[in-house]
Each structure stands twice: as structure tokens, then as C-alpha cells.
């Protein structure tokens, strides 16, 4: 990350006050001539400035014991690399992410065009996409936004994120695994409030082979519980299908529980493809490469991590 900016947003009845912070960083590696045609920042502007290690502490500092308003994961997933990069341990935040809210805010925008820049527009606010600041405090107005369109509260948005689009009452999300997954034959059940829509998650399962079920039963392999309720650990706060998976985990059933978070990792892995690829014969360089699967002896690493395409979407 070159540039950080965020809008740090805590409600105080009806007044939103909003404290900007803004820091350049000095990357460590190598700038991307993409990267520094969407952003506009090069090497010279960091050069003099601290790394993400120098100024973690006062960071975080900011970040915790309020909410952390982003828009997409783009920025929450870049912070845990970094830390992870840096070996920072990364602090459990209050994120709430302002396109689920635009989502379910505005009905229009629930399968596409939550895009920050779109959002924005629909709502009559003028920015500069992709500077940190200007994005940061771009994320703060959809929220106000979102807020006065719904008369939903700041508090009751983190946990109507966690609900479907649409409040109209739902049956339950099953699945059929997909047989050619490296995980058909699991038998996987969501419980808990998780992240992403529990839609998107059972779509993530069955892709790499899970049958997704509505609730535990003995057949059931995988209980996937969303991050914040594991660290609940009074039994009576668990779910109904977190206290039976254990009950039959206890009577011998061979069933895994797993963290969201350790889900989403487990589908990254499996799910995104990546290998070894060359090129087959000589090309100019505004030619097109003819490649073919190569071992992994010579050539260059390819991969499709969800990062960029969050990016994409927001673009």
C-alpha cells in the first residue's frame, strides 16, 4: 500500500463525525506500472517516507474500538497481508463494508453497479476515485447516505450485512457439490453470522465439491462458523448447529469445525488455479503468446487472487 486514507466514523445520536487520517508509506519492493496508472503515485513520492511497520502501532491505535468503514475488502484484506508480510500481528477491527451496505440500501444496485464511483454518482457525491483520502471519505458519505435512505442506524448496519438482500423471508441455502471439486464428498453446513452472504459462501462450497445442507446431521463433515462467533465460548451463545456438531463430535462423528476465515483461505487455495505456463515460440511484443501447461522448471507463476478482483469491480 502506498497511500493510506480512511474515514474514521463513530455516531454520536444523530451527528456522524468523521476524523481523516492520511500517511504516505514507503513500499519495500517494486512499483507496478498499473498499479501507479490507477493511483498516480511513483517511487519519488515515497521516497523519503516510513513503512508500514513504522507507523502500524499509531495505526491501529486509530482503527480500534471504532467501526472501520470500507468499501468492498479490498482494503481490509490488503491490511492483514501487509501485517502478514511483515509479521504484525493484525488486530481485530470493527469493519463494515459500505458496498454490502449499498447493496441492501439501494435494490437497484443488489447484484451490480455497487461500485464506489457509481454509488457515489447516484447519490450526488464528487470525488476523486482511487486517491486513499478521497475514497475513504467517499465510503464515509454512502454510508450517511445509506443511513438516511433506510433510517437504519449505524449499530443495526453490522448486523444487517450479515443478512440476505433481501428481508423478504427466504428458504434455506443448499447446495449440490460439484464432482469434479477436490472437496466432493464433504458435507458442509453455515452457521453463525458470517462475512460474505451466505449465498455467496454455499457458492464458494459447492464450486470445490461441498454438498452445502441446511443444518447438522450425522452426515454432516464440515461445520463452517463465522469468525466472530467462534471466539463466543458460553455453550448457550453458541448456534443450535454449533451445539449439535460438538454433541456428535463427542459420540464419535468425524466432523471438522472451521473458522470463516479458514473457509475462504481453504477455497482460495483450491479454487482460484494457478501453475506453470510458457510460451511455445517467439513473438513480438505486441504479438499474442500461443502457451501450453509446462512442469515447474522454467516460466512465469500465474494466479487469480480475490484481490484483484475486488480491484475490478471497483474500478
Known amino acids: 500500500m502506498l497511500k493510506w486514507g480512511k474515514e474514521y466514523l463513530s455516531l454520536n445520536r444523530q451527528c456522524l463525525i468523521a476524523l481523516r487520517y492520511i500517511a504516505y508509506m514507503r513500499k519495500v519492493d517494486y512499483f507496478d506500472d498499473f498499479n501507479s496508472s490507477i493511483h498516480g503515485i511513483e517511487a519519488h513520492h515515497v521516497e523519503n517516507a516510513p513503512t508500514f511497520p513504522a507507523i502500524a502501532a499509531e495505526l491501529f491505535e486509530i482503527l480500534e474500538h471504532q467501526p472501520v468503514i470500507a468499501h468492498t475488502h479490498f482494503d481490509r484484506t490488503a491490511i492483514s497481508q501487509t501485517c502478514r508480510k511483515n509479521g504484525i500481528i493484525s488486530p481485530r477491527l470493527q469493519w463494515l463494508d459500505s458496498a454490502r451496505v449499498a447493496r441492501r440500501a439501494w435494490p437497484q444496485f443488489a447484484v451490480k453497479g455497487y461500485g464506489l464511483a457509481n454509488i457515489c454518482r447516484h447519490i450526488g457525491y464528487t470525488f476523486q476515485h482511487h486517491d486513499a483520502l478521497e475514497d475513504a471519505k467517499a465510503a464515509g458519505q454512502v454510508m450517511l447516505a445509506a443511513i438516511r435512505e433506510t433510517q437504519v442506524s449505524l449499530d ?4 444487517r450485512v ?4 433481501s428481508q423478504e423471508k427466504s428458504g434455506p441455502v443448499i447446495r449440490a457439490g460439484n464432482p469434479d471439486g477436490d472437496l ?22 459447492s464450486k470445490v465439491g ?3 445442507a441446511s443444518g447438522v446431521t450425522k452426515k454432516t463433515t464440515l461445520l463452517v462458523v ?36 479458514d473457509f ?8 482460484t488455479g494457478s501453475g506453470w505456463v510458457g510460451e511455445t515460440g517467439s513473438r513480438s511484443v505486441s504479438g499474442t503468446p500461443s502457451i501450453r501447461q509446462r512442469a515447474p522448471t522454467m516460466g512465469s507463476l500465474f494466479a487469480r487472487p480475490e484481490a484483484t478482483q475486488w480491484a475490478a469491480m471497483d474500478l
Open 156 to 159: 443495526d448496519w453490522f448486523r
Open 210 to 212: 461441498c454438498t452445502v
Open 226 to 261: 463465522g469468525d466472530q462467533d467462534v471466539t463466543r465460548l458460553a455453550d448457550h451463545n453458541k448456534s443450535t448447529n454449533h451445539r449439535k456438531a460438538e454433541q456428535l463430535m463427542a459420540s464419535g462423528s468425524e466432523i471438522r469445525i472451521l473458522r470463516e476465515s
Open 184 to 205: 466432493y464428498g464433504e458435507v458442509l453446513v453455515f452457521t453463525g453470522a458470517l462475512e460474505i452472504p451466505r449465498r455467496d459462501a454455499a457458492e464458494m462450497a
Open 264 to 271: 475462504k483461505q481453504i477455497v482460495d487455495i483450491l479454487g
Open 162 to 165: 450479515s443478512q440476505p438482500l
